[in-house]
T-cell receptor, first 110, second 111 residues
């Protein structure tokens, strides 16, 4: 069964450092998303991406966040200067129209 | 404001003891309602999508139903391996594809 692949599974970074989270969506899907889940809280939408541009973003997705599809298969989320409150599970998803999530990257900012 | 509320927050069942999880929603124009299963430290695993009131879908011991205001996930004769958090999410039109999630129901099934 097709799946969304995320790397790394766990990343520890120092506050103020840049991190890049990587995702390989399902190959024939056209819509891509990033969500996050702070420990013990609900899954929250960050951004959606279609046709090589952002189609929607939430209030959380401020100037320190960016997304990119550098080639035909990868989809990345960059956090420019990490803060302690960025610690969370980050999930990539793709849809067309079925909505499939990856297994997540646990980001720990210390 | 679009909102999803799940109840109960936690549910403990004996193996074989059937029950239902509730997801109530307020959204102006529902495009779809999604049920996911989430194991600790993992991503949401897709279970069902429901699109219109009256629709029902089944998979093994799970059955999802939808009305105009809520959805139920019925678990028949659960087994310990059904223990997980069950998430409900809605997708509304208005040119958005995002999902709005509830906080989930944490289910524990004891042998």
């Amino acid at each position: 069964e097709p799946e969304v692949t995320q790397t790394p599974s766990h990343q520890v970074t120092q506050m103020g450092q840049e991190v890049i989270l990587r995702c390989v969506p399902i190959s024939n899907h056209l819509y891509f998303y990033w969500y996050r889940q702070i420990l013990g809280q609900k899954v929250e939408f960050l951004v959606s991406f279609y046709n090589n541009e952002i189609s929607e973003k939430s209030e959380i997705f401020d100037d320190q966040f960016s997304v990119e599809r550098p080639d035909g298969s990868n989809f990345t989320l960059k956090i420019r200067s990490t803060k302690l409150e960025d610690s969370a599970m980050y999930f990539c998803a793709s849809s067309d129209p079925g909505y499939t999530f990856g297994s997540g990257t646990r980001l720990t900012v210390v | 404001e679009d909102q999803v509320t799940q109840s109960p927050e936690a549910l403990r069942l004996q193996e074989g003891e059937s029950s239902s999880l509730n997801c109530s929603y307020t959204v102006s124009g529902l495009r779809g309602l999604f049920w996911y299963r989430q194991d600790p430290g993992k991503g949401p695993e897709f279970l069902f999508t429901l699109y219109s009131a009256g629709e029902e879908k089944e998979k093994e011991r799970l059955k999802a139903t939808l009305t105009k205001k809520e959805s139920f996930l019925h678990i028949t004769a659960p087994k310990p391996e059904d223990s997980a958090t069950y998430l409900c999410a809605v997708q509304a039109p208005r040119n958005t594809d995002k999902l709005i999630f509830g906080t989930g129901t944490r289910l524990q099934v004891f042998p």
